[in-house]
């Protein structure tokens, strides 16, 4: 019942990067928007960033702006995001999840969620 899985979490610095990738079976990459969330201990799961199935339309949560860059590739059915000045707050465990339109409301078509990777950021 998994058709996404996360990786790429870690432990890093503040100010540090890291990419999560996103492995998508090949049917619901091609037909399907996908979003990035994130949820943090005592949190509620909130949404990151968002991409349509053509990869024409692009969506940003206002915290990430100009930090993190969401992005696609066909050939090997995958979406990335890759996140850059990394922040304490940004500690999360991050799920990768099909979207409906419009991809701005950041919400999920399912329930089904994976297993996430987890995403420190710490001195």
């Not at 860059?69 to 500690?91: C, F, G, H, W």
């Not at 999840?97 to 409301?105: A, E, H």
Request: proline share 4%; aromatic share 12%.
């Amino acid at each position: 019942q998994v058709h996404l899985v996360e990786s790429g979490g870690g432990l890093v610095q503040p100010g540090g990067s890291l990419r999560l990738s996103c492995a998508a079976v090949r049917s619901i990459f091609d037909y399907y928007n996908i979003g990035w969330f994130r949820q943090a201990p005592g949190k509620e799961r909130e949404g990151v960033a968002a991409i349509s199935s053509s990869g024409g339309e692009i969506f940003y949560a206002d915290s990430v702006k100009g930090r993190f860059t969401i992005s696609r590739d066909d050939a090997k059915y995958m979406v990335y995001l890759q996140m850059n000045s990394l922040k304490p707050e940004d500690t999360a465990v991050y799920y990768c999840m099909t979207v409906k339109d419009p991809i701005g409301t950041m919400t999920p078509r399912n329930n089904y969620w994976g297993r996430g990777t987890q995403v420190i950021v710490s001195t």
